[in-house]
């Protein structure tokens, strides 16, 4: 029966090299099994188990779903494999992926973006195109997904979860919380994504070529009445988190440090929101307290800040507290003297895109309101490219630029 179909499947990277989980979702208990082999070889002929987790939704009608987890281990970096989800009775299609390359020599591809909803999901067919394609190792969703999860009973989500479906099996989907996931606490999300990390998905850090990737909630500033400790907790994490990626000799190896986050510290749209006065909440900082991010970001070296939440697309200069601090004139992502920080939040949604400021400050590089996405390679040690494509003009390349860098880390803004 349809009801015992497995459906929605998605697929993370836990962090360990060598491993991703396989997610998915169904209505009736079964079993979790994955059947998998090298692509070109013996079908299936590899098996692992896992185990599923009731989730009830809170809405009216307190939906109920099971939600798998299996854990593939021992994969080989680079090896592409064919693989179906389910028990017997009822498997998914047949999805294939490429496991990560663990080695810091890899120079992995990203399309990264928030705000995708599943009405007009403006992005989607192009993003599930290229990923098909291969042109991706991993993608980055930057918070809000489904314009609600919880709708309609989380039907919505389901529905959001079969959308991406044709992306999230074929590579992994990295994701951060957004505004739009947190009724009933952040249920939804904390339920059907499964990141690295032991904190439901909330924040995180993980490993690739030569890149640290921190992902984490800025809704622990917005959201208090789930809890002040929680922003406390995070921020610890992070502090911690950032001691330990700038010891010597991890930063010698994964040089890059790039964080994702929903909200942004700056922005120079027109709609009051957090990020266009001047400290924000997620910035913070004159009386500390809560610990915004920006000086704990800036005093450990991040490179690259990457946002959404904003339903458009924003190229800031490096900046710290206000103030421009480009590299130099002709080429300011030559050794930048501050973070860069990149806005891409029009993937597509119900909200439509917002509109601009037409007075923003000196930090504003580039800005579209075209619907689209980012793309990033992780080139080497020293070099970082980024491109924004719009969707509105048939997938062209509206905005690129190369962060280059001879060293990382605090130092290297002075």
């Known amino acids: 029966s349809s009801a015992s179909r497995s459906q929605r499947v998605g697929f993370f990277f836990t962090g360990v090299p060598g491993s991703m989980v396989v997610t998915w979702t169904t209505f009736n208990k079964t079993e979790s099994k994955v059947e998998y082999g090298l692509l070109g070889g013996r079908l299936f002929e590899m ?31 680079a090896a592409s494999y064919a693989y179906h989800c389910g028990s017997d009775v009822g498997w998914s299609d047949v999805f294939f992926f490429t496991a990560l390359n663990d080695s810091t020599s890899f120079s992995p591809r990203f399309a990264l ?15 599930q195109k290229e990923t098909q394609l291969g042109m991706y190792d991993v993608i980055l969703h930057i918070g809000d997904f489904a314009y609600d999860m919880h ?29 739009h996931e947190a009724t009933y606490n952040f249920s939804n999300y904390r339920n059907r994504f499964s990141m690295p990390g032991n904190t439901e998905s909330l924040w995180y850090s993980w490993n690739l070529g030569s890149a640290h990737i921190i992902s984490l909630s800025t809704e622990v500033y917005f959201y208090l009445e789930f809890g002040l400790e929680l922003l406390f907790k995070q921020y610890e994490w992070l502090r911690k988190d950032l001691e330990e990626a700038n010891k010597p000799e991890n930063r010698a190896v994964r040089p890059w440090i790039i964080t994702m986050g929903h909200r942004p510290m700056y922005c120079s749209d027109d709609d009051q929101d957090d990020c266009t006065t001047f400290d924000s909440k997620v910035c913070k900082r004159q009386n500390p307290i809560p610990p915004g991010l920006e000086d704990l970001f800036y005093r450990y070296g991040v490179d690259l800040e990457l946002w959404a939440h904003e339903h458009t697309y924003e190229r800031l200069w490096p900046v710290y507290s206000d103030k ?12 930048p003297k501050a973070p860069v920080h990149i806005i891409t939040g029009s993937a597509g949604c119900r909200e439509r895109t917002d509109r ?32 924004q494509v719009s969707d509105d003009e048939y997938g062209k390349v ?17």
């Not at 188990?49 to 809405?59: E, I, N, P, R, S």
């Not at 973006?113 to 993003?127: I, V």
């Not at 309609?152 to 505004?179: H, K, L």
């Open 398 to 414: 509206i905005d690129s630029i190369w962060v280059v860098k001879d060293k990382h880390g605090f130092s290297a803004w002075f």
């Open 113 to 127: 973006y928030g705000d995708l909803g599943n009405e007009n999901p403006q992005s989607l067919a192009r993003l």
């Open 356 to 387: 601009f400021n037409p007075n923003p400050k000196d930090w504003s590089a580039f800005r579209s309101t075209d619907y689209g996405y980012t793309r990033m390679q992780v080139v080497n040690a020293s070099h970082l490219y980024l491109e």
């Open 151 to 179: 709708e309609d009973n989380a039907r919505i989500g389901d529905e959001f979860m079969r959308q991406i479906q044709s992306i999230a099996a074929y590579v992994p989907y990295m994701t951060c919380p957004g505004n």
């Open 324 to 335: 421009v601090c480009n590299g130099s004139k002709e080429q300011p992502y030559v050794n």
């Open 47 to 77: 098996s692992a188990k896992g185990d599923a987790t009731l989730f009830v939704d809170w809405g009216e009608e307190k939906r109920k779903m099971f939600i798998h987890r299996v854990s593939l281990t021992g994969l080989k970096p």
